[in-house]
Every structure is written in C-alpha cells, then in structure tokens.
C-alpha cells in the first residue's frame, strides 16, 4: 500500500513564508508524477505543482513565482515551499501520486493552510 502524510500546515500572516512537507511510504512507481492539489472552502480542486521523475516541474499560474515544489528522494518525502503568501491561498492542500498528466491515484489527508 502507498501511504502519502502532509506536515507543515497551520496560520501565517499574508506576506509570510511556509513549507509543506510530504513523506510517502509503500511502493511507488518512479516514473510517476507526484504534486501538490489544494481545496479552497466552496471552491473546486485546484493543482498547485507538480514534479516528474527527471524533475521537470510545472505550476498553476496563480503560484508560479511564489512557490516551489521539490523533492528528496533519499527520504521519500515531497515538498512545497510557499512565498509571498496572499489571504487567497488559504486552503486544505493536498499531496498526490500517480500517472502525469493528470487522475492521481494516491492522496494523503490533507493538511490546512490559513494566510490571514
């Protein structure tokens, strides 16, 4: 089983600075892509990053510039580094794996990022 477990959420100020961290257990098949998705309260799903397995990122363009999406393979563990935050970016961010070009297959619980 592949098990994906979101860090790193909680309250910062507009303008602040957060990292996300991600670590994923379990099988995996490497040439698969992993990201980040976030959930906005009465809002759709949203992808927020996501990397492949040469490292080729791509961001949604109400990101790009602001946050960075990473990962250390050694330590199974993804990351999103967060700059610049606005209050608009307050949502529950999601980590997810599987097949690029979209339809994850794995998703971790969640975890709440609220920019005031």
């Known amino acids: 089983h592949v098990q994906l477990v979101e860090s790193g959420g909680g309250a910062v100020p507009a303008g602040g600075s957060r990292r996300l961290s991600c670590t994923i257990s379990?099988?995996?098949?490497?040439?698969?892509?992993v990201g980040w998705v976030r959930q906005a309260r009465g809002k759709e799903r949203e992808g927020v990053a996501s990397?492949?397995?040469?490292?080729?990122?791509t961001y949604a363009d109400s990101v790009k510039g602001r946050f960075t999406i990473s990962k250390d393979n050694a330590k199974n563990t993804l990351y999103l580094q967060m700059n610049s935050l606005k209050p608009e970016d307050t949502a529950m961010f999601y980590c997810?794996?599987?097949?690029?070009?979209?339809?994850?297959?794995?998703w971790g619980q969640g975890t709440q990022v609220t920019v005031s």
């Open positions: 990397i492949d397995h040469e490292g080729t990122t």
């Open positions: 379990g099988y995996f098949y490497t040439r698969g892509c």
């Open positions: 997810a794996a599987g097949p690029c070009g979209g339809g994850y297959k794995y």
